[in-house]
């Protein structure tokens, strides 16, 4: 019985699965929970995962949800994954399990509480906080400069001094991949002093063509409503300031 | 030579380590990092872990932290650890590993949260943030109902049904310990319903006995002071509401 995957590609685990898949090879089908309409809510869904979050698999009759626990059961289960992804040397395998755990409270954190309170709080209809979008920023801002002074240490183009990725690299560069649905100033403002991060970026998309492009095709078209969204509000309210402004003439 | 593990017993991350360390029969030497004291900080420290928090070990030449990453290392590296800490099959490792992931985002990151900015925040110099507590309470709150609903199912007393502890099991029971420094009203209203989880912590409590009990001495130590306190402060405010009903009669 082929893998189940249950996923959103708007959701960065999400995409770290299925490119992880696609790229090893490993023989699954793709099931939508489309999270704008809600379907992770669904008492189906919630059969899969009670928590309500993508990603989730279904390998036959084993359930499991959370991104790095699967990541790290399909490096294990499937015989074809190539050691890299998540090797079996013991110390290998601490260090990316120590980047996993970190990831959660730092990088993680920060762009998940800035890409909400900026973005995606007014398409959900949600009130934004300024206030934690500023320490969201900063989590993320300090969040890179560990990246590039620590974690991107090392012989290699990859997490921990790697010479090809790991599930590490994919679980992070989704993250951040994430900063795409930002305004362009905001996303250059924290991302763009982080020259070595943004090489690595690079690095890892070109290591997993073309399925990374194809996994993250959803989130650039994403992206471009989001940049139409504020020009039409921009223009609005350069209109609403224009006719306060002839109000305040009158 | 010796494992060599860098830790604050008042921080909950390092008590799972060293109650893991204990319990196991692991050779090692406890090397306090006082964080009341900024030695987390200091460049020796950073030298051991450059994200400067504890936990960290050092196992001969080899160094690593975040607890969760630790944890699974000692269940791999020391062969005279039970097979229950971190079952060797994978789909019980993966359920494990699904939970600690869980924890970062739930139990950890609403009990942080919370203690922070109720008892720790002045106790630190630092300004409380009244909507950060309350919107931590919400997540804690939620956590202790998904562990009971969800993590707490199946024939045995732990996690997932386990019939002795994993280290998971660990790892959660010393961060809701954590609470312990609480003022008892909050704690109550947060743990108190929650009576399944509170028989779960003393199970646990139970399983790991001396060293649980010793691992937290400390922290009943800071319960104490945290009270007394408390009580100073509700004097305090009690004689200045006195003289300023005084105040107010002249």
């Given at each position: 019985m082929?893998?189940?995957?249950?996923?959103?590609?708007?959701?960065?685990?999400?995409?770290?699965?299925l490119i992880f898949c696609k790229i090893n090879g490993i023989d699954f089908e793709e099931f939508k929970v489309d999270l704008s309409k809600r379907q992770?809510?669904?008492?189906e869904f919630k059969e899969i995962n009670p928590m309500a979050q993508v990603p989730a698999i279904v390998d036959g009759?084993?359930?499991?949800?959370?991104?790095?626990?699967?990541?790290?059961?399909?490096?294990?289960?499937f015989p074809g994954v190539a050691d890299h992804w998540y090797p079996a040397d013991l110390f290998?395998?601490?260090k990316i399990n120590s980047v996993l755990d970190?990831?959660?409270?730092?990088?993680?954190?920060?762009?998940a509480t800035f890409v909400l309170n900026t973005v995606l709080a007014p398409a959900l209809g949600l009130q934004?906080?300024?206030?934690?979008?500023a320490e969201a920023e900063k989590i993320l801002y300090a969040s890179f400069a560990r990246i590039e002074s620590f974690?991107?240490?090392?012989?290699?183009?990859?997490?921990?001094?790697?010479?090809?990725?790991?599930?590490?690299?994919?679980?992070?560069?989704?993250?951040?991949?994430?900063?795409?649905?930002l305004d362009e100033k905001d996303r250059n403002r924290i991302l763009g002093p982080h020259k070595k991060?943004?090489?690595?970026?690079?690095?890892?998309?070109?290591?997993?063509?073309?399925?990374?492009?194809?996994?993250?095709?959803?989130?650039?078209?994403?992206k471009e409503r989001f940049q139409k969204q504020r020009l039409m509000e921009a223009n609005s309210d350069g209109e609403t300031s224009q006719k306060s402004s002839l109000r305040s003439k009158m």
């Open positions: 082929k893998l189940k995957v249950y996923a959103d590609r708007l959701s960065q685990p999400s995409r770290a699965v992770h809510l669904s008492p009759r084993f359930k499991l949800f959370e991104s790095h626990a699967i990541l790290i059961y399909l490096a294990c289960a290998r395998r601490a970190w990831h959660h409270s730092n990088l993680r954190r920060g762009s934004k906080n300024p206030q934690a979008a974690w991107l240490q090392g012989k290699g183009r990859f997490l921990l001094g790697g010479l090809q990725p790991s599930i590490a690299d994919l679980s992070l560069v989704c993250e951040i991949m994430q900063l795409e649905v991060v943004m090489q690595w970026v690079e690095d890892t998309k070109n290591a997993t063509k073309p399925h990374f492009d194809e996994m993250h095709a959803v989130l650039f078209r994403a």
